[in-house]
């Protein structure tokens, strides 16, 4: 698993998808973070509560993280950030492909995939925030869930 280029690669998008059930979406993420907890390797995403995307993770029980390093999927990343699952399809948009191990499907035409086991989720604190922080990213005090997702498979649209 390559952290540092992943983490280069998610600021210009990437898609978190989530099967809940019968309904599957996909949701454009600009923010996440890896790393090691509780001696696994995990992948935190972050959704704000009025998303779609948190209504089937709250029902799920894993998520997948599909990142494009080129410019290829601009323009899905584009309305899959920007339109909800609620309004269209989102299987019009991009193509869902079945992922190894778990439930939630991947974004075909992507670089490297996560498939992660939600273990952990947490709504932020933002009281805590410092003033410049909430009054940037939180005007209406809508504040992310964050969801810990254990890596359970890793690998690259080679398979690798």
């Known amino acids: 698993m390559n952290m540092e280029k992943t983490m280069s690669?998610?600021?210009n998008g990437a898609f978190l998808s989530v099967r809940s059930r019968t309904k599957v979406n996909t949701m454009t993420i600009g923010w996440g973070y890896m790393g090691i907890m509780w001696n696994k390797p995990y992948f935190m995403v972050l959704?704000?509560?009025?998303?779609?995307?948190?209504e089937l993770l709250e029902n799920g029980e894993d998520f997948t993280v599909s990142i494009p390093f080129g410019s290829n999927l601009n323009k899905e990343l584009g309305i899959c950030g920007t339109k909800s699952g609620i309004d269209i399809d989102k299987s019009e948009?991009?193509?869902?492909?079945?992922?190894k191990l778990t439930k939630s499907p991947v974004i075909k035409?992507?670089?490297m995939y996560y498939e992660c086991k939600i273990r952990f989720k947490q709504l932020m604190n933002g009281e805590e925030f410092p003033e410049d922080v909430k009054s940037a990213n939180?005007?209406?005090?809508?504040?992310?869930?964050?969801y810990f997702g254990e890596i359970i498979e890793c690998y690259s649209n080679d398979g690798k």
């Not at 959704?47 to 948190?54: A, D, F, M």
């Not at 948009?93 to 992922?99: G, K, L, M």
């Open 93 to 99: 948009i991009v193509e869902f492909v079945p992922s």
């Open 47 to 54: 959704v704000r509560p009025h998303r779609y995307t948190n």
């Open 138 to 146: 939180y005007p209406q005090k809508d504040y992310h869930y964050m």
């Open 9 to 11: 690669k998610i600021k």
């Open 109 to 111: 035409g992507c670089d």
